[in-house]
């Protein structure tokens, strides 16, 4: 019996019409028009990829293989097919799915005339890295609680907007809405807040041009930036409650814009979001209670304090270097620098996304300044010697860490380990 083919496999002419590759290091780095996923692939995959564009079928791929690698065919031909059926279903192979832009918001509902249609008069006007919004709640009491999410971006104005988000509650669902479209619908008032300030998150992001939206901190200390990728339950956020604690300038906490012309950061600060023992670290380490409000949103307990204040909102700030954190109980702590394709590799891990508009422009351009950016991954038990390292890398030369075979110091080392 033949091998079970996933899908029908794309000649070479399909491939190099919607398919744009890339070498970092040893890998290769497909993206497709049209489609956020970066797809970064291994030996393995980068040789099934090479020998599907010569326009050979899965088995000849499979026998091709099995000699390359020493391999049985057998373990082959499944571990392939897999990989075909994974490309097909992720948008990057025709077939089972075609790619789409993740969507940024729940899409506008019309309202359904049963009262939830509700108002609620604007209370306060914010400025999101230069976009300008109304925000609105209802009833009035849970003002308090929209400041101290993002009371720290009020604008000193109390000018209309073209932009007005509005929270309402009708029985028991609250309602997001949009320039009076609905956007999200929520069973539970610390659930509708939240969703509240991630709106406001996308409302700020859209009209940016991104080179990449990394999702991660950024701070600056002597006039040089750092940024922080990582996924969650890394220790970013505290780790840079921690910086901003220390004297450093927070400019952002979760979601990093890189603009794509200047290829520079722009502060976009929101309030810190911790887990409970996170918080009892971060009162350990200043000696004294941690201003927050708990909220309680899918499940999950958020501890949310309020933003450092950024001086300058909308000065950008080129990067000087970008940390992975990585917080480990109990290790000491330990820094590496990182490759090109490793710090690739870590960014997509991490959850940072580049917009599917123009990704096949956009991708060459984001190598080349990840290649212009000294990258490390740094690995953490306590705060004190981990700033301790950070300083000492903001006040360090910046220095073009890529030779073309990876990323290499030149004449200096940062502070010993731990």
Not at 133 to 157: E, F, K, N, W, Y
Not at 334 to 348: T, V
Request: charged fraction near 20%.
């Amino acid at each position: 019996m033949g091998a079970e083919q996933p899908t029908a496999l794309p000649g070479a002419a399909w491939i190099e019409a919607h398919i744009h590759a890339f070498e970092v290091g040893s890998a290769l780095a497909l993206v497709r028009p049209g489609c956020e996923k970066i797809w970064l692939l291994n030996d393995t995959a980068k040789a099934i990829w090479q020998r599907l564009v010569r326009a050979e079928r899965a088995e000849e791929i499979t026998r091709a293989l099995a000699e390359q690698f020493g391999t049985g065919p057998e373990i082959l031909r499944s571990d392939i097919q897999t990989t075909l059926k994974q490309w097909a279903a992720e948008g990057l192979l025709p077939g089972l799915r075609t790619p789409a832009i993740t969507p940024s918001a729940v899409a506008p509902e019309r309202d359904s005339g049963d009262g939830t249609q509700a108002t609620a008069e604007v209370f306060i006007t914010v400025n999101m890295a230069g976009k300008v919004v109304d925000i609105g709640v209802a009833p009035q009491s849970l003002q308090p609680r929209v400041l101290h999410l993002m009371g720290h971006l009020t604008c000193p104005t109390t000018r209309s907007t073209d932009d007005h988000l509005v929270l309402s509650q009708h029985n028991d669902q609250w309602y997001l809405r949009h320039n009076g479209a609905l956007i999200g619908r929520y069973g539970s008032t610390d659930e509708g807040l939240i969703g509240l300030r991630n709106q406001l998150i996308a409302l700020g992001l859209r009209e940016l041009d991104t080179l990449v939206t990394l999702h991660g901190a950024a701070a600056t200390l002597n006039g040089q930036c750092v940024v922080f990728p990582a996924p969650g339950s890394s220790g970013k956020s505290s780790l840079a409650y921690a910086l901003g604690h220390a004297g450093w300038s927070v400019l952002a906490e979760d979601v990093t814009p890189v603009l794509r012309k200047s290829r520079q950061v722009l502060p976009f600060p929101t309030s810190f979001k911790f887990r409970r023992p996170s918080l009892a670290v971060l009162q350990e380490f200043t000696g004294g209670p941690v201003e927050h409000i708990l909220f309680t949103s899918g499940g999950e307990e958020q501890f949310h304090a309020p933003a450092f204040p950024v001086t300058e909102p909308l000065t950008k700030h080129p990067v000087h270097a970008m940390v992975f954190p990585r917080y480990v109980a109990g290790a000491r702590l330990a820094w590496r620098p990182l490759s090109l394709q490793e710090c690739l590799l870590k960014l997509l891990e991490s959850g940072s996304a580049i917009t599917a508009d123009d990704i096949e422009l956009k991708f060459p351009e984001l190598l080349d300044w990840l290649e212009q950016t000294p990258a490390y991954e740094m690995i953490f038990d306590a705060l004190a010697p981990a700033l301790q390292w950070l300083e000492s890398l903001s006040i360090l030369p910046r220095v073009v860490h890529n030779d073309g075979g990876g990323n290499t110091f030149r004449g200096w080392e940062p502070c010993a380990k731990g």
